[in-house]
């Protein structure tokens, strides 16, 4: 069975929607390793109770860039991971990393990606009077947020929207679309 790493700095919601889909046999692969770079990411609680091995790995133990993306590399093979799964991991993925996974590792963005890329997507899609944003699952590749394209779903924005509704009729989108994205990685549906 395929192991995948999942890269988290935070809530996790995504995480568990990943672990939860594993669980009940909707992705045939096995969450084996969670990776924070923040100590206080939820997340890793979320994989704690699900007995799955957690880590924070301190991006300032780290002299640069790269040797903390060595560590990571280090980390990620030890579980054997075939698949890195990026949820809300609040950094860019340098070329230590993507040497090693590249076309093996995705992430999901909440819009409609090519719109809206990097930080408070939500914000610039209400900032941008947009009718309809929503969420993306793509490959990661050297650029931020530019990877091709695996699964869209879209919401409509409403006039009353904040930040934090909008944001919350995507994440639902993305709780859905993201195990859906993994499942089509594992069965060999979807290739770099
Ligand atoms: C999500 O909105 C995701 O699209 C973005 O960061 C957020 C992470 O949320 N990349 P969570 O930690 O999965 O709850």
């Given at each position: ?36 770079n923040k100590s206080d990411a939820y997340g890793l609680e979320r994989a704690k ?48 990393i993507l040497t090693e996974y590249k076309g093996k590792m995705i992430n999901i ?84």
């Amino acid at each position: 069975m395929l192991n995948i790493g999942v890269l988290i700095s935070g809530r996790g919601s995504n995480l568990q929607a990943l672990i939860d889909a594993s669980e009940c046999g909707d992705i045939p692969a096995k969450i084996s390793i969670v990776i924070s770079n923040k100590s206080d990411a939820y997340g890793l609680e979320r994989a704690k109770k699900h007995n799955i091995p957690a880590v924070f790995i301190n991006p300032r133990d780290f002299s640069d860039k790269n040797s903390y993306e060595r560590k990571i590399v280090e980390t990620l093979k030890q579980y054997n991971v075939g698949l890195v799964c990026l949820a809300g991991y609040m950094k860019i993925v340098g070329e230590v990393i993507l040497t090693e996974y590249k076309g093996k590792m995705i992430n999901i963005h909440p819009s409609l990606l090519p719109k809206y890329p990097g930080l408070h997507a939500q914000k610039q899609a209400l900032e941008d009077k947009a009718k309809v944003s929503g969420a993306t699952v793509h490959f990661v590749d050297e650029g931020c947020d530019t990877g091709s394209i695996i699964l869209q779903a879209e919401v409509p924005v409403l006039e009353n929207d904040t930040e934090d509704s909008l944001s919350a009729r995507i994440l639902e989108q993305e709780h859905k679309i993201y195990p859906e994205a993994v499942r089509l990685f594992v069965e060999g549906k979807v290739k770099f």
